[in-house]
């Protein structure tokens, strides 16, 4: 079955340090793996689209890793900001006919000054 | 000049009404999506239409029903509302792009900014 775990659940961290949310997918067969942030009560917006070729992409203080042998991703956040402060969602596109997208959970992600 | 926008934004209603949330998006995209967050904040796709065909249709009653007058459209119709379809429902749109390396399709959807809709 086609699923994507993230972890942790939720985050706290204070303003300036560094985090790293994880994400683990068994879809298969694999197309991309995307990150997206969605601020309280907004849409998510699109951080990162990795194939599987790419091992990393950045995307200003956003890191993303992808490791397609062992199914993992990461989203590192650097010197976070309070604005950071969102749910950061991992979802994996399927090589299927309709190229599904399979969303995790989310990680609730709070910055405190 | 928002991208993707959605109305209304709030919709209370009571239990088996019919209510239409309406989506449309400026960014030239052909395909569009509706997606139904729930209280576990996992965001289920419901449909996508592509130059007017639903390509996708997910386990949606067929109390939902989408409709596209054209293609920076698609409207959500929900008939006999139930208190169980309360949440959050998300348009999106996206332009489908083919990567050498990809394999497949890597087009970013970009999300309007949602429908609260709560069933009373």
């Known amino acids: 079955k086609n699923q994507v775990e993230q972890s942790p659940q939720s985050l706290i961290i204070l303003e300036g340090k560094n985090c790293t949310l994880q994400c683990n997918y068994t879809v298969s067969p694999f197309s991309n793996l995307r990150w997206y942030k969605q601020d309280t009560g907004r849409g998510p917006v699109s951080l990162t689209i990795m194939t599987f070729s790419e091992n990393t992409k950045s995307n200003g203080r956003y890191t993303a890793t992808l490791d397609a042998d062992t199914k993992q991703s990461s989203l590192h956040i650097t010197a976070s900001q309070l604005s950071d402060s969102a749910s950061y969602i991992c979802?994996?596109?399927?090589?299927?006919?309709?190229?599904?997208?399979?969303w995790g959970a989310g990680t609730k992600l709070i910055i405190k000054p | 000049d928002t991208a993707v926008s959605q109305t209304p934004k709030y919709l209370v209603t009571q239990m088996g009404n019919d209510k239409s949330i309406k989506c449309e998006q400026n960014l030239g995209h052909d395909t569009m999506y509706w997606y139904k967050q729930d209280s576990k904040k996992f965001l289920k796709i419901m449909f996508s239409?592509?130059?007017?065909?639903?390509?996708i249709n997910e386990t949606v009653p067929n109390r939902f029903s989408p409709k596209s007058p054209d293609k920076a459209h698609l409207n959500l119709h929900i008939n006999s509302l139930e208190l169980g379809d309360s949440a959050v429902y998300f348009c999106a749109s996206s332009s489908p792009r083919r990567g050498l390396a990809s394999r497949g399709r890597t087009d970013t959807q970009y999300f309007g900014p949602g429908t609260r809709l709560t069933v009373l």
């Open positions: 979802v994996v596109s399927a090589r299927d006919s309709n190229y599904q997208l399979i």
């Open positions: 239409y592509n130059n007017k065909e639903l390509i």
